[in-house]
């Protein structure tokens, strides 16, 4: 369903871990970001856009490759496809598409396009990068620490900051990386947003904001969290550890492997 709209950015979020699927109309060409979950849910993203395309090229950027943003790929088959150098060569293809089918097997779901795992036609390498298409910029920053592969990427003239699985309103941090390329890439946060005119950020889970003092608050909660997290862990002090872990929304077996993979990763680069 549409949870946010304004000025050419429409944002859908799923009923599965209020996973956000974007799509960004402008002079030149139309954006899809992350197109994803139920089939109903990306049909719905797939009208939306045949409703306002009007001929124009059409853009599929992936924020990082994992499961839950790769799934509405082959829904776009004309699209040209952005994505970062290390989803380019991600190691672990196969077992992402695992992940779905097993998903779909498990609650019967039958797609009407193939399952595949993003083939990439504009490849992000470094910081910085820009594509130029007519009126627009897209700039694109490396943003790894919760996976290896994720990007930032600003939309001007409009503002938009879409910033993959980062900066949620209710998601604390999870590392499937690396716990120093986190509070990296929330350095760069700071950066971005002190840089550039900021006038929405939508994160991969959770709810778009305009509001500054949000966005600010969003990038010290996941510091201060994950500070704390590497504090607990490398005193042993077990009691924080556990008091960190019931900090998480929505508890679960999935928070609880979550939480379990964060410290492991910390144990490790901070040990």
């Known amino acids: 369903m549409i949870i946010f709209q304004k000025d ?3 944002v859908f979020q799923s009923a599965l871990w209020k996973t956000t699927s974007s799509v960004i109309e402008m002079t030149d060409l139309i954006l899809v970001v992350d197109p994803t979950w139920l089939p109903h849910e990306v049909q719905e993203i797939q009208q939306h856009v045949e409703h306002i395309r009007n001929g124009k090229d059409l853009y599929l950027l992936f924020t990082h490759g994992d499961f839950d943003h790769i799934i509405g790929y082959h829904a776009f088959p004309d699209a040209k496809v ?24 498990e609650y019967y779901v039958d797609r009407p396009y193939a399952i595949e795992f993003p083939t990439i036609d504009i490849v992000i390498e470094k910081d910085g990068q820009q594509l130029v298409l007519g009126d627009t910029t897209i700039t694109f920053y490396l943003s790894p620490g919760h996976t ?19 900066l949620s309103d209710f998601e604390l941090p999870y590392l499937f990386d690396s716990a120093k390329a986190y509070l990296e890439t929330l350095q760069k946060s700071f950066m971005i947003l002190n840089k550039y005119h900021v006038e929405v950020l939508v994160p991969g ?14 990038i010290d909660l996941a510091k201060d969290y994950l500070e704390r997290l590497i504090n607990a862990v490398s005193e042993e002090d077990a009691e924080a550890v556990l008091g960190l872990k019931k900090e998480m929304s929505f508890p679960s077996n999935f928070t609880k492997e979550c939480h379990e993979e964060n410290v492991a990763i910390i144990k490790r680069e901070y040990s």
Request: charged share 30%.
């Open 205 to 218: 889970h959770g709810q778009a904001t305009e509001s500054k003092e949000e966005m600010k608050r969003r």
């Open 148 to 166: 290896h592969d994720g990007l930032f990427t600003f939309i001007e003239p409009l503002g938009i900051w879409i910033t993959g699985d980062y």
């Open 8 to 10: 050419g950015l429409t």
């Open 82 to 105: 952005i994505g970062s150098k290390g989803m380019q060569e991600h190691p672990r293809k196969q077992y992402k598409l695992d992940l779905i089918q097993s998903f779909d097997n």
